[in-house]
């Protein structure tokens, strides 16, 4: 069994990371092309999804308190270090309901008519992910600029069992003292690293771990994939635009008519 999950946690009332997403929740929650699930730390947070639009019987409310560890968000400096451990709490939770679940942020659009067209081309990864290009320096101990700003990108994740994800967690929790490293983003590019003996290079990471199904916002994809206005494919790459992100609805629908959907 397999599902597209979301999640939230954090004060409604204040938290930053619920202020930056609400926009995003209620334009999600109109748009859904296929069942989509939230689970949620907080009470307040499950009754804003729902009026917003969302099925409850979409919605697992797995703790009442939005921060059930008590661990909030924390100002260090002009970095605001975020709780990501909530993240991989919460889709652990969803892995424990499907087994496979592909992760999504709420600025994350699935264009998907059926959950076969989000799964089939995943079927022979147990975890996968999509890169992207920071403009700040992610993994300082790789060689050239680019591949020192190319890491993984938290806002898309496919996952088939427990095995990569406590592997993340693991990496988090040896290194969550060093401003950074508490991040799931940067833990998951440090792990590969680890595995890898630094960067694996462009071939590897195409082959072994993009996804087919996701895209980047165009200028931030490591690899060309889309021209200036969004809509023509310039380069060959894993990625046929199925998912695309912060993309507008003429884009979105442009490459919908180009892949003959």
Known sequence: MSAIVKVLWGNPTSSIQWIRVKKDVARQVASFTVPQFAYVYGRENCNMLVELGMKRNRIALIHDNPYPDGKKDERRGRYLVLPWHYKLELIRKALEDFGEVVYCDWDVDCNATNLEEVFDPLADRDFTLSAYLYRQVRHSSRTTTREKKTGVSGNWMHMRGFDFLDEVVEEMNQTKSALGNWHDEIAMGDLLDKKYGGWMGDETWLKEYESPIMVQQ????????????????????????????????LARQDLHLQQGN
Do not use: G, N
Request: glycine content about 0%; overall charge positive.
């Open 218 to 249: 165009y200028h931030r994809c490591p690899w060309p994939a889309v021209s200036d206005d969004k809509r023509t494919v310039t380069k060959e790459t894993p990625i046929p635009f199925t998912w695309t992100r912060l993309f507008t609805q």
